[in-house]
């Protein structure tokens, strides 16, 4: 082994991957203590005798107890925390949407931020204990619609545990490089990944093998996302038990039992992936009759339904069909379609899949640790060309509606390093004697609710309950409109100060290798040139 890992967060298991040098690629790494051997239930063509036996995974779970004592992963699982007020799950996608929800624990205040950065801390500490990674460069993984606030965290983390070295790879990028043999030059595929927070969609070609040897390169070629996962049919199944019991997430009874309900119906759903039937079945204390309720498979497959779950798919999937139909690619380019994530695992979501791309074309080789394993091949030296995912504007105020209004120059699908200007503009004075002169930028996201745009989610209350709310419209802005230099939204000089309506500066942007929004400023009245591939911001 190298010591070069490769990590992927995520909002229900955390698998870690490192790179085996002999058989030139990345191998699932397992954690004492926080793993747990996962074997899945449903059709998978296991790829290798270590997939067949099993795959070692850490479950994205980190409990507070009364002694001060933090437990991790499979931890959590076997001392019975898993339900309790006291545990933190789906940290993951609390921190992608900035959420402000913390926990109340014993007179502290924990957020998400926290319990997340206390599990992947542990996690990255073990984990390079045990894949000597501790001088490597370690890759990180980041969804396909992620902001880079979500990017910035994880790097914040990274550096905050004494990672030296270490980079981020989006999922469905690192999925397809972690096929690995299955996956041939030339071809263009159709990455799936349906987690526990998310659904992302990547199309990739594998670029021919250069003259040099050095591996084939993944080039993205259209990709889409959507907050749609595992979570939130883990939320239906509990709104669906409940009503069946005529109760509601609200009651007074139900609250302290949510958590466990909770769990319950997660490993209903995970049932439901083998068997045609599943139970779930909690005692309420004080209560004779407790919850009960029987799901079948077509009852299951309805539910779903009910909730769009399929049209939503089918929407995701168009969007980056049409993202990669810009680049000259149709669907009947497609060579495979590589399933990824536990979601992929549920009988009705592979069919749906299959009936879009026929089900010959449909692999299950490898949906729980593909995202490490191409992680750690990037880290082996398998690497990819990528493209702008969100659209960034410039904020300015439209005397015509009397707000805010948005100038977008950089549009999603813009290839990196650009070999010109991709914008230009002309900073002009905003009042009589001004100094300092600034652009404020924003990251655009596509909308990810529902169909019907009225957005659900699960979400635990400060005391730990779960309950399934309505996202407000006006939260769903919140979300997909990022101020990306909030901090820093001035870095124009005015020598002399300028007047208001003045023109003062004329701003060129770029993009550079490393994904940075470059300018290049000009003084119009000097014919200064003050800034000169000045990189801004980080874009995603």
């Not at 789906?90 to 921190?95: A, D, F, G, S, V």
């Not at 709310?469 to 300028?498: C, G, M, Y």
């Not at 119009?524 to 000045?534: A, K, P, Q, S, W």
Request: net charge negative.
């Amino acid at each position: 082994m190298t010591g070069r890992l490769g990590i992927d967060f995520g909002a229900s298991n955390t698998v870690v991957a490192v790179w085996n040098e002999s058989t030139r690629e990345g191998v699932p790494l397992h954690i004492p203590d926080f793993g747990k051997l996962y074997v899945p239930s449903g059709p998978v063509a296991t790829g290798d005798a270590a997939s067949a036996a099993g795959i070692s995974v850490i479950p994205s779970l980190i409990h507070y107890s009364a002694d001060g004592k933090r437990w991790i992963g499979a931890q959590v699982i076997e001392k019975g925390f898993a339900g309790s007020a006291e545990t933190f799950a789906l940290m993951k996608r609390y921190i992608a949407n900035r959420s402000p929800v913390s926990r109340r624990l014993r007179g502290r205040s924990i957020s998400h931020f926290e319990a997340g950065r206390d599990f992947l801390s542990a996690v990255l500490l073990f984990a390079c204990q045990e894949g000597g990674g501790s001088g490597e460069e370690v890759a990180l993984t980041v969804p396909v619609e992620a902001f880079e606030h979500y990017s910035e965290w994880l790097s914040r983390v990274a550096e905050g545990a004494g990672l030296p070295r270490f980079r981020l790879i989006d999922e469905p990028s690192a999925a397809a490089l972690g096929y690995g043999v299955h996956v041939q030059p030339g071809h263009v595929y159709l990455v799936f990944d349906f987690g526990g927070g998310t659904l992302d969609v990547s199309i990739v070609l594998i670029e021919e093998e250069d003259a040099s040897g050095s591996g084939r390169r993944c080039r993205v070629l259209g990709k889409a996302g959507r907050e749609l996962g595992g979570s939130s049919i883990d939320g239906w199944i509990l709104q669906h038990v409940l009503e069946k019991n005529g109760r509601s997430d609200a009651d007074e009874e139900i609250r302290p039992v949510s958590g466990m309900l909770l769990e319950m119906c997660r490993a209903a759903k995970e049932t439901l992936s083998s068997e045609v039937k599943a139970e779930v079945k909690l005692s309420i204390p004080g209560e004779k009759t407790g919850l009960q309720a029987e799901l079948t498979r077509a009852g299951f497959e309805d539910l779903l339904d009910r909730h769009e779950a399929f049209v939503q798919i089918d929407q995701t999937i168009r969007r980056a069909l049409n993202g990669a139909r810009d680049r000259g690619y149709s669907e009947e380019h497609i060579a495979a379609v590589l399933m990824v994530g536990g979601g992929s695992l549920i009988p009705c979501i592979q069919k749906t899949v299959g009936r879009i791309f026929g089900k010959d074309l449909v692999r299950m080789d490898r949906p729980i640790d593909a995202v490490a394993r191409g992680a750690a091949a990037l880290m082996g030296g398998v690497d990819f060309y990528d493209h702008i995912q969100h659209d960034y504007a410039i904020r300015w105020v439209n005397p015509a509606l009397g707000d805010y209004d948005f100038k977008v120059i950089v549009s999603r699908g813009t290839p990196y390093p650009s070999a010109e200007a991709v914008a230009r503009l002309t900073v002009k004075g905003s009042y009589p004697g001004q100094t300092e002169l600034g652009l404020a930028i924003f990251e655009l996201g596509g909308r990810t609710g529902n169909a019907s745009n009225q957005a659900m989610e699960l979400v635990f209350d400060p005391a730990g309950a779960a309950r399934l709310v309505q996202v407000p419209s006006h939260e769903q802005e919140r979300r997909h409109r990022f101020w990306i230099n909030e901090e820093s939204p001035t870095f124009l000089k005015a020598d002399p100060p300028t007047e208001q309506g003045s023109p003062c500066f004329a701003v060129e942007f770029g993009i550079d290798a490393n994904k940075h929004l470059v300018i290049t400023a000009r003084d119009l009245r000097t014919g200064r040139v003050t800034h000169r591939d000045f990189p801004l911001v980080k874009l995603t």
